[in-house]
């Protein structure tokens, strides 16, 4: 059998690491490029940003998006769990009370003599 706390923790242990060493990568690259740059994005202008601003201004905004899209999905999960476990519910009374019915049924029987 397998153990899935264990399993879940060294997944979460992964999913750190690899953030983390992410998050690493990111700075030295914004660190390398220190330069200030022209930003122009649709009707927007902006003058002398530097690199490292807009890098890690980038990397905030597309974390913030992971984030938010994680939640949705953990809601979708949880609402699609409750309503599973109602059925089972539904699903368990129904089997009861067909097996009253059945033993009823059974009880009401005369015996042969």
């Known amino acids: 059998m397998v153990n899935r706390k264990g399993g879940i923790a060294i997944k979460a242990q992964l999913y750190l690491t690899l953030g983390i060493l992410f998050a690493l990568i990111i700075a030295i690259f914004a660190i390398q490029n220190t ?6 994005f649709l009707i927007w202008q902006v003058r002398e940003v530097s690199k490292v601003l807009i890098i890690l201004v980038s990397a905030a905004t597309g974390a ?4 938010f899209l ?12 409750r309503q599973l476990e109602a059925e089972i519910k539904q699903l368990k009374k129904t089997a009861e009370a067909q097996e009253e019915n059945s033993l009823l049924a059974n009880s009401n029987r005369c015996a042969p003599l």
Request: charged share 30%; glycine share 4%; proline share 0%.
């Open 35 to 40: 330069e200030r740059v022209d930003i122009c």
């Open 64 to 67: 913030l998006i992971m984030f």
């Open 70 to 81: 994680g939640l949705m999905w953990q809601y979708k999960k949880v609402k699609r769990i």
